[in-house]
């Protein structure tokens, strides 16, 4: 059962920063496509990072520039860097690894106050 824990979410004053961790276990991790999702209420959840096994990333439109996945293989864990994080950015954030389904973690709450 690939399991993925995610850390990090908070609550955090506009234009400051969070780091959230996804510990995956139970996959190759080294050749995963893994990724950032959120979804705030009301909304669908979007895509907001996603790295390749081999360190290729994209990301959302609205948070280039601030915001940065990376990975450590040895470790089992992607993160994301938040910086200069917006109201708008307030969403429950999901880690995804993409295997012969979508497998995703139980979410971690950010809230950006203003």
């Known amino acids: 059962q690939v399991q993925l824990v995610e850390s990090g979410g908070g609550l955090v004053q506009a234009g400051g920063s969070l780091r959230l961790s996804c510990a995956a276990s139970?996959?190759?991790?080294?050749?995963?496509?893994m990724g950032w999702y959120r979804q705030a209420p009301g909304k669908q959840r979007e895509l907001v990072a996603q790295i390749t096994r081999g360190g290729s990333t994209n990301y959302a439109d609205s948070v280039k520039g601030r915001f940065t996945i990376s990975r450590d293989n040895p470790k089992s864990t992607v993160y994301l860097q938040m910086n200069s994080l917006k109201p708008e950015d307030t969403a429950v954030y999901y880690c995804?690894?993409?295997?012969?389904?979508?497998?995703w973690g139980q979410g971690t709450q950010v809230t950006v106050s203003s």
């Open positions: 995804n690894f993409k295997g012969q389904t979508d497998y």
């Open positions: 139970r996959i190759i991790f080294s050749i995963a496509t």
